[in-house]
C-alpha cells in the first residue's frame, strides 16, 4: 500500500475518531474493502514503528580485562543502539575450550599470542593479523598486611616465603610468563614445591589480597585493581611480550557486529580506558 493511503488512514483514525470509524472498524462493520485497507495499515504502521531487535554480543575475555572491557563495552553499546555486550571472563586457555565445547561466543580476547594460534589452527577463530590492542607487564606481589623480607625474585627462595600463587599452567598465561621469569633466573628447583596453582590471574591476586599465600604472579594492571592490599615487589622481564589479541569466533551468527566490537578496542576512546586501567599500547 502506499504510504499517502497509510497516512489517510492514520488521519481517519487519528483525526476523526470521533465519527466512530475506529470503534465500527473494531466491532466489523466497516465495509470489507475498507476495512481490509485499514488492517493493512495498521500492520504496516506496526512493523515500521517497531524497534529494532536486540543484537547480544558475547565476549569471553581474559580476567585481568574484566573493569577495562566492562567500561569499553558500555561505550561500545552507546554507540550501537539495540547492542548489548555480555562479557564472560576466566583464563585465556579455559575460555577457548568452551568455545570448542560449543559454548555460544562471538569474540575471545587472549592474553597471548599461543592461544589465539591454538584456536586459528583449530578452526576455532577467524585469523587476524591486526589483532592486537594492549599490552602488559608481569610483577610479583605480596600481601601489603605482611611485614615479609622479599624485595626481589630470587627472595621467593627464602623459609619464610612459603605459599606462592600462580597461574595454573598450560591454560593460564600469566602462569607461563611467571615459569619464563623464573626459569631465568634458574629458581623453579627451589620454588616449585611452595607453587599454589590458581585458575586464572584474578584468582591468584585474591589469594595475594587476602593474605592466603606470601607471594604471587600477577600484571600490573591487576595490581592496580588490588590498590593497598597488596605491595608490588618487582616488576619482571618476561621472554614473550605480554600482548592482548582479539579475534571473531568462527562459529558466531555475527560476524560483523563482533569485528566492529574487534575494531573498538583499536579505537581512541577504548585506548584511553586500557590505559586508565594500567594497560599499556598494543
Known amino acids: 500500500m502506499h504510504s499517502l493511503h497509510i497516512h489517510r488512514l492514520l488521519d481517519l483514525f487519528v483525526h476523526r ?3 466512530g470509524a475506529l470503534q465500527q472498524f473494531l466491532r466489523g462493520k466497516l465495509p470489507r474493502r475498507l476495512a481490509l485497507e485499514v488492517g493493512t495499515a495498521l500492520l504496516m504502521l506496526a512493523v515500521l514503528t517497531a524497534p ?20 569499553v563495552a558500555r561505550d561500545f553499546e552507546r554507540s550501537r543502539p539495540g547492542v548489548s555486550v555480555t562479557l564472560r571472563t576466566g583464563s585465556a586457555g579455559a575460555l577457548l575450550q568452551q ?10 580476547t587472549s592474553d597471548d599470542a599461543q592461544t589465539a594460534e ?10 587476524d593479523l591486526r589483532s592486537a590492542f594492549a599490552s602488559n607487564t608481569l610483577v610479583l606481589v605480596t600481601p601489603a598486611a605482611l611485614n615479609l623480607p622479599l624485595q626481589r625474585l630470587v627472595d621467593l627462595g627464602r623459609p619464610e616465603i612459603v605459599r606462592i600463587a600462580m597461574g595454573d ?44 599465600v606470601e607471594a604471587g604472579f600477577v600484571y600490573a594492571s591487576d595490581a ?12 619482571l622481564p618476561t621472554t614473550t611480550p605480554i600482548r592482548y589479541v582479539a579475534n571473531v569466533v568462527a562459529s558466531s551468527s555475527q560476524a560483523e557486529l563482533a569485528r566492529a566490537f574487534i575494531d573498538h578496542l583499536r ?15 598494543p
Not at 591454538?118 to 585469523?127: C, M
Not at 584511553?272 to 599500547?281: I, L, S
Request: charged share 20%.
Open 17 to 19: 475518531a470521533h465519527a
Open 52 to 71: 529494532a531487535a536486540a543484537q547480544t554480543l558475547v565476549v569471553a575475555a581474559d580476567s585481568s580485562l574484566d573493569e577495562a572491557l566492562q567500561a
Open 99 to 108: 568455545v570448542a565445547g560449543g559454548t555460544a561466543t562471538d569474540v575471545l
Open 118 to 127: 591454538s584456536g586459528v589452527r583449530r578452526r576455532l577463530l577467524v585469523s
Open 169 to 212: 599452567t598450560p591454560a593460564v598465561s600469566a602462569g607461563r610468563y611467571a615459569r619464563e621469569a623464573i626459569n631465568a633466573q634458574r629458581l623453579w628447583p627451589q620454588v616449585q614445591r611452595k607453587v599454589v596453582p590458581a585458575a586464572d590471574v584474578r584468582a591468584v591476586l585474591g589469594l595475594v589480597a587476602r593474605a592466603e
Open 224 to 235: 592496580r585493581v588490588a590498590g593497598p592490599r597488596v605491595r608490588v615487589v618487582e616488576t
Open 267 to 281: 579505537s581512541d576512546a577504548a585506548q584511553a580506558v586500557f590505559k586508565r586501567e594500567g594497560f599499556g599500547p
